[in-house]
C-alpha cells in the first residue's frame, strides 16, 4: 500500500488524542504507528462507543517498542517533534515516506530519540506562557505542513 508519510505516537496515553490524530492520517493516507504502552484500551467495543466510524480505513500497526519500530520502520527517515528543538517545522523539508515522531501527553519523547537525530528535531513555535500544546493539535499542524510539502510529489 502507498503510505505518503509516517506518524509514530510513543507510549500515547489520552485515546482522544490517539482518536484525533488517526482520523487525521486517514485524511491524507498516513499510516499510522503506536509504540506501546498505551495508556488506554484499543478494543472494537471501546472504538464504536468512542464514535470512531473511519477507524477500519486507518492503516495502522502497533510495536511492543521503540526497538521493535526501528525494525519495521528501518528507513523511516524520522521529524522529532519536541519543544526543546532549535529549527522550526517549517523549516524541515518533508519528503514521501518520513516519519513525524511524537512523544506521550505527559512528558514528551525520552532523551535517547532526541539524541539519536538531535538535526532532525523540530518544533512548533509558541510564546512562553504555553507550556505546550495538545497532542492532537501538534499532530495536525505537522501532518498537513508535511502533505502540504509533499503534495506534489505524489503519484
Same mark, same amino acid.
Given at each position: +500500500?502507498?503510505?505518503?508519510?509516517?506518524?509514530?505516537?510513543?507510549? @500515547? /496515553?489520552?485515546?482522544?488524542? $490517539?482518536?484525533?490524530?488517526?482520523?487525521?492520517?486517514?485524511?491524507?493516507? #498516513?499510516?499510522?504507528? &503506536?509504540?506501546? @504502552?498505551?495508556?488506554?484500551? &484499543?478494543? /472494537?467495543?471501546?472504538?464504536?462507543?468512542?464514535?470512531?466510524?473511519?477507524?477500519?480505513?486507518?492503516?495502522?500497526?502497533?510495536?511492543?517498542?521503540?526497538?521493535?519500530? *526501528?525494525?519495521?520502520? @528501518?528507513? +523511516?527517515?524520522?521529524?522529532?517533534?519536541?519543544?526543546?528543538? /532549535? %529549527?522550526?517545522?517549517?523549516?524541515?523539508?518533508?519528503?514521501?515516506?518520513?516519519?513525524?515522531?511524537?512523544?506521550? /501527553?505527559?512528558?514528551? *519523547?525520552?532523551? %535517547?530519540? %532526541?539524541?539519536?537525530?538531535?538535526?532532525?528535531?523540530?518544533?512548533?513555535? +509558541?510564546? $512562553?506562557?504555553?507550556?505546550?500544546?495538545? *497532542?492532537? $493539535?501538534?499532530?495536525?499542524? #505537522?501532518?498537513?505542513? #508535511?502533505?502540504?510539502?509533499?503534495? #506534489?510529489?505524489?503519484?
Amino acid at each position: +500500500m502507498y503510505c505518503p508519510l509516517n506518524v509514530v505516537l510513543f507510549e @500515547p /496515553e489520552i485515546p482522544q488524542n $490517539t482518536g484525533n490524530i488517526g482520523r487525521s492520517c486517514v485524511a491524507v493516507g #498516513a499510516k499510522l504507528w &503506536l509504540v506501546e @504502552p498505551l495508556g488506554f484500551e &484499543l478494543t /472494537e467495543k471501546r472504538l464504536r462507543r468512542a464514535g470512531l466510524d473511519y477507524w477500519q480505513y486507518l492503516d495502522l500497526t502497533i510495536v511492543q517498542n521503540w526497538d521493535q519500530l *526501528l525494525q519495521q520502520l @528501518p528507513d +523511516m527517515n524520522p521529524w522529532v517533534f519536541t519543544k526543546h528543538a /532549535e %529549527h522550526s517545522y517549517v523549516d524541515a523539508k518533508y519528503d514521501i515516506g518520513d516519519t513525524l515522531v511524537f512523544g506521550n /501527553e505527559s512528558s514528551g *519523547l525520552p532523551a %535517547h530519540i %532526541h539524541d539519536s537525530w538531535t538535526e532532525r528535531c523540530v518544533r512548533i513555535p +509558541m510564546r $512562553t506562557e504555553v507550556r505546550s500544546l495538545n *497532542l492532537a $493539535t501538534t499532530a495536525g499542524i #505537522a501532518i498537513y505542513e #508535511a502533505q502540504r510539502q509533499i503534495g #506534489a510529489q505524489q503519484p
